[in-house]
């Protein structure tokens, strides 16, 4: 079996599930969402791309299916793929880890801030925490973002 060793990037954004568009395409962030996403990046000069040279931001989903009817995320799916995200986060060893959206945030600050699941969003964002000692900022997620466009500006 091939080994895979470390595909280092900058930054790994981490969304919350698949949604149809990326179930079909088997990559995170493809619908609107994911193109507002690619236009934040770019009014930031980042690009998402494969390993290799130029790579500079990774990103992927909390949970690794897509949860029924677009529901949200149960505890226990949570759970279950907290291991494969723990895993990708190791081989690829960001500089940074943005953490977009509530069930993101709530899984990658659960046990580094106490009652994570009871604060808002509002409440996480600004500050900077370190997980595994890795810096991790929280921020809204882009499809919320096209819900509420006047809280662009914030992020
Ligand atoms: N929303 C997410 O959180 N992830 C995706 O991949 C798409 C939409």
């Known amino acids: 079996m091939r080994s895979?060793?470390?595909i280092p990037s900058d930054i790994a954004i981490i969304g919350?599930?698949?949604g149809a568009n990326e179930d079909k395409q088997?990559?995170?962030f493809v619908g609107?969402?994911?193109q507002l996403l690619d236009r934040m990046l770019a009014a930031l000069g980042l690009t998402r791309g494969e390993a290799g040279p130029g790579r500079q931001v990774f990103i992927a989903n909390t949970l690794k299916c897509r949860p029924p009817h677009n529901r949200n995320p149960e505890p226990a799916e949570v759970?279950?793929?907290r291991p494969y995200l723990q895993r990708q986060i190791e081989l690829?060893?960001?500089d940074l880890i943005l953490a977009l959206g509530r069930f993101a945030a709530?899984?990658?600050l659960a046990g580094v801030v106490p009652d994570v699941d009871k604060l808002p969003l509002g409440k996480?964002?600004?500050q900077v925490y370190r997980v595994d000692g890795r810096p991790v900022v929280v921020s809204y997620h882009p499809a919320y973002l096209l819900r509420s466009p006047a809280e662009k500006g914030k992020t």
């Open 26 to 28: 088997g990559e995170p």
């Open 106 to 108: 709530q899984t990658l």
């Open 4 to 6: 895979i060793g470390p």
């Open 92 to 94: 690829v060893q960001p």
């Open 16 to 18: 919350e599930a698949p």
């Open 79 to 81: 759970a279950q793929c």
């Open 32 to 34: 609107a969402a994911g």
């Open 124 to 126: 996480l964002r600004g």
